[in-house]
């Protein structure tokens, strides 16, 4: 416990935020989203400005949120003072004996009973996603390969600025969702093991986020909770929500973002203008910040909010706005673009990156373009029943036949994104059919709902008018962002920023239908069931990601796929070498052979030459000890900064022949490991004692 002391700051913090929020709004939702852009933001802005110095250690990093800290204490301690008192007497009024008693069984009272029903199974999917969390190690080739590795060298580094790499994503790819790792595994003095926590915070946050789009649509409690519900039970979301990947994450920004957006078009007054444009600045650029690909889901939400907002002919607060947004955005994700725009000759997107690049293909026409959208659209209909996949696969046929292109052109498909039998239960191609068909069905009642009061010539509500603009909204957003691929992907989590805004627009839909207790409850009992065995599945499988798993990974021992094997050795021993090793009953003999070789000989300086092999973080996790200090060989990016390290031992994992190692005039011959492993250690012979 002494180990995670540290990270009691960023509670303390986030706690202050919270409560001068609180102080603001008396609504506790909307607090907790507020304190979270806040708490982000600068989490992104610490990260930027220590590494200016080199200066991500512990001490700084905690002194860092002190100050802030202190600061927020200092000038808002009125703020935190009345929210505090506040919190309490609520909390007071709740306990038992407090207050008046309840009229039992009356329809209020079963209305209330039914909403903490449903409250009551979102927190089962809270609690079951918590324990996925800590059940299920981080099994996924994304977080293996590129997510946790740069981790691993900022920690090393001190830095978030760029380090010699093999792979490109390690430096170019959207880094929020690793600054929040780093500062976790930061403060936790080197230890792993709540990594997962950021995903799944925004998996809560998601939830409740979508509760509030609810209720800037004008929907009333009963249907935010529903809206909440809807949100929670995305298998997709559930099934990331305990991983270390970055898409849930970049769907809970997206759709924080567009909460904003909803307040400012609601603010008919511009009363909030100023205080809502920060936070639309600062969670957009989060969400930029976490993934590029955000850009696509909220464009259509930014043109909606201008349309709605220039009709009132405020165009210098728009403009003040505008610039308060872009500001923001900028403030926060100017560091990273900076960063790749001087690496890659202006290249601030690193579209021209070798690997980015190469996801480059020939677009031959329009109908290719519309073809390979819907390919990626349908991969959300599909089951892990073939059955139930083929009707859809079938539809999917029959539009490109109409478009004149080729299903089966190889133009589709790039590489490993492979079209897929059907969608299995990994957080990489869970499909969402219930979720998507929802959608659908919303789509289509609220058109003919439209269409509806246009014949009869009767007046729209503005209510209305703002769910038929986000609906618009939402289907753009669903388009822009499988029109951006230029290949099928193969994978269902790309859409799901647009499928959890699309949540409060179901909810919407089914509050105005006619029978809607029937419909509701139908809803909440579908979606409790079928996303009932994401949980289970999560907390009992590891993800297969046996695809991914070649020739470099380590081979099959004991009856267990590769790379279960080794995620269940590391996860049972301590994180540091040689502990590693008297830590464990059964320690893995490639892990015992390095401790050897560490220990015995002094070894402080390890270099390593993996390239995109699956076992990059779990050698990498070994040497978070600050005693080692590692870089990463024959790099393809910064590799000038080598010339000042000097390794003693090599990790390597050849695709190939093991051949000598030549660096820096020092030959470094393969040792025969006691694994049989592809997995080679190279060692300088000066340094190797018998």
């Given at each position: 416990?002494?180990?995670?002391?540290?990270?009691?700051?960023?509670?303390?913090?986030?706690?202050?935020?919270?409560?001068?929020?609180?102080?603001?709004?008396?609504?506790?939702?909307?607090?907790?989203?507020?304190?979270?852009?806040?708490?982000?933001?600068?989490?992104?802005?610490?990260?930027?400005?220590?590494?200016?110095?080199?200066?991500?250690?512990?001490?700084?990093?905690?002194?860092?949120?002190?100050?802030?800290?202190?600061?927020?204490?200092?000038?808002?301690?009125?703020?935190?003072?009345?929210?505090?008192?506040?919190?309490?007497?609520?909390?007071?009024?709740?306990?038992?004996?407090?207050?008046?008693?309840?009229?039992?069984?009356?329809?209020?009272?079963?209305?209330?009973?039914?909403?903490?029903?449903?409250?009551?199974?979102?927190?089962?999917?809270?609690?079951?996603?918590?324990?996925?969390?800590?059940?299920?190690?981080?099994?996924?080739?994304?977080?293996?390969?590129?997510?946790?590795?740069?981790?691993?060298?900022?920690?090393?580094?001190?830095?978030?600025?760029?380090?010699?790499?093999?792979?490109?994503?390690?430096?170019?790819?959207?880094?929020?969702?690793?600054?929040?790792?780093?500062?976790?595994?930061?403060?936790?003095?080197?230890?792993?093991?709540?990594?997962?926590?950021?995903?799944?915070?925004?998996?809560?946050?998601?939830?409740?986020?979508?509760?509030?789009?609810?209720?800037?649509?004008?929907?009333?409690r009963r249907w935010q909770i529903l809206s909440a519900l809807l949100a929670a039970t995305i298998p997709l979301s559930i099934l990331q929500a305990g991983t270390t990947q970055n898409d849930l994450m970049a769907a809970f920004w997206c759709a924080v973002s567009v909460y904003y957006v909803l307040r400012l078009i609601n603010d008919r007054e511009w009363e909030q203008w100023l205080d809502t444009g920060l936070f639309i600045g600062l969670s957009v650029g989060i969400a930029?910040?976490?993934?590029?690909?955000?850009?696509?889901?909220?464009?259509?939400?930014a043109i909606l909010a201008a349309c709605l907002k220039l009709r009132k002919k405020h165009f210098i607060k728009f403009v003040y706005i505008t610039g308060?947004?872009?500001?923001?955005?900028?403030?926060?994700?100017?560091?990273?673009?900076?960063?790749?725009?001087?690496?890659?000759?202006?290249?601030?997107?690193?579209?021209?990156?070798?690997?980015?690049?190469?996801?480059?293909?020939?677009?031959?026409?329009?109908n290719y373009r519309v073809a390979v959208m819907t390919q990626n659209l349908m991969y959300n209909f599909h089951?892990?029943?073939?059955?139930?996949?083929?009707?859809?696969?079938?539809?999917?046929?029959?539009?490109?036949?109409?478009?004149?292109?080729?299903?089966?052109?190889?133009?589709?498909?790039?590489?490993?994104?492979?079209?897929?039998?059907s969608s299995s239960f990994s957080h990489d191609e869970a499909a969402n059919p219930f979720h998507s068909l929802l959608v659908l069905f919303s789509i289509a009642i609220f058109t003919l709902f439209t269409l509806y009061y246009v014949k009869s010539k009767k007046r729209k509500d503005k209510t209305v008018s703002l769910q038929l603009a986000y609906m618009v909204a939402c289907i753009a957003s669903f388009c822009t962002v499988a029109a951006s691929f230029l290949f099928v992907t193969g994978a269902s989590r790309y859409l799901l920023a647009p499928l959890l805004l699309s949540m409060p627009f179901c909810a919407a839909v089914i509050s105005s239908a006619r029978l809607t207790r029937r419909i509701a409850g139908f809803t909440l009992t579908s979606a409790i069931f079928l996303s009932t065995g994401a949980i289970i599945l999560g907390a009992s499988v590891i993800m297969p990601f046996y695809a991914y798993v070649s020739d470099n990974a380590i081979p099959d021992r004991e009856g267990l796929p590769p790379i279960v094997r080794i995620q269940k050795t590391l996860a049972a021993m301590p994180r540091l070498l040689p502990e590693a090793v008297s830590g464990s009953k059964n320690p893995d003999p490639f892990v015992v052979d390095i401790a050897k070789l560490t220990t015995k000989n002094n070894v402080t300086q390890i270099g390593v030459e993996i390239q995109r092999s699956i076992a990059t973080y779990q050698i990498l996790n070994l040497f978070w000890d600050k005693s080692f200090e590692v870089a990463q060989i024959n790099a393809l990016y910064h590799s000038s900064e080598e010339d000042s390290f000097v390794p003693q031992i090599i990790l390597a994992a050849p695709r190939g022949n093991v051949s000598p190692v030549e660096l820096n005039g020092i030959t470094y011959v393969p040792v025969l490991s006691a694994t049989d492993s592809p997995l080679v250690i190279l060692i300088d012979e000066a340094f190797l004692v018998d």
């Open positions: 416990m002494e180990a995670f002391a540290m990270l009691l700051i960023l509670i303390f913090a986030y706690s202050l935020f919270f409560l001068v929020r609180y102080d603001y709004h008396k609504n506790i939702l909307r607090a907790i989203i507020d304190s979270s852009v806040i708490f982000c933001a600068l989490t992104a802005v610490i990260a930027e400005f220590l590494s200016l110095f080199s200066a991500y250690r512990v001490l700084y990093l905690f002194f860092a949120w002190l100050v802030v800290s202190t600061v927020c204490v200092w000038v808002f301690r009125g703020s935190v003072i009345r929210s505090a008192s506040c919190l309490y007497a609520a909390c007071g009024r709740i306990l038992p004996g407090k207050g008046a008693d309840k009229i039992v069984g009356t329809k209020t009272d079963l209305s209330r009973r039914l909403e903490y029903t449903v409250l009551a199974a979102i927190a089962v999917f809270f609690l079951g996603t918590l324990a996925t969390t800590f059940l299920n190690p981080y099994a996924n080739y994304d977080s293996l390969v590129y997510h946790l590795p740069r981790v691993f060298y900022w920690f090393k580094n001190g830095s978030v600025h760029n380090f010699p790499a093999s792979m490109g994503r390690q430096l170019y790819t959207g880094p929020f969702n690793a600054f929040i790792m780093l500062q976790t595994i930061t403060l936790s003095h080197g230890n792993d093991w709540l990594i997962h926590l950021p995903q799944w915070f925004s998996y809560v946050g998601s939830v409740i986020a979508s509760s509030l789009l609810a209720a800037e649509l004008g929907l009333s930029v910040l976490t993934k590029t690909s955000a850009v696509a889901a909220l464009v259509s939400f308060i947004i872009l500001c923001c955005v900028m403030l926060i994700s100017a560091g990273f673009y900076i960063r790749n725009a001087i690496d890659l000759n202006g290249d601030f997107l690193a579209v021209s990156a070798p690997e980015i690049a190469g996801l480059r293909v020939e677009v031959p026409s329009f089951s892990s029943s073939p059955a139930l996949t083929a009707p859809v696969k079938q539809i999917t046929n029959a539009i490109c036949s109409l478009l004149g292109v080729d299903i089966y052109d190889e133009r589709f498909y790039y590489h490993s994104y492979m079209e897929s039998p």
